[in-house]
């Protein structure tokens, strides 16, 4: 279970990268997924979340990865 500043915090900046996204403002969704996979490796380098839950942020942020590695000018 994330901690309540952990799950606020995650789910802002994954609202900004959505809203990017959706907008078509590219290089701002890319700066908004490289703050995200920051923000899930401080959490962890923080002892903030546990193994389980960095597996699972960081597989959310591997699928935006993958869903925006031909999103380009």
């Known amino acids: ?3 309540r500043n952990v799950r606020i915090q995650f789910e802002a900046k994954k609202k900004e990268l959505d809203m990017n996204l959706a ?8 700066d908004a997924l490289k703050e995200l996979d920051t923000m ?5 380098e923080d002892n903030l979340i546990n193994e389980k839950d960095y ?3 960081s597989f959310i942020v591997s699928e935006y990865k993958t869903k925006m590695s031909h999103y380009h000018h």
């Open 40 to 44: 899930v490796m401080k959490f962890k």
């Open 23 to 30: 907008n078509n403002y590219k290089d701002l969704a890319h």
């Open 1 to 3: 279970m994330l901690k």
């Open 55 to 57: 597996n699972k942020l």
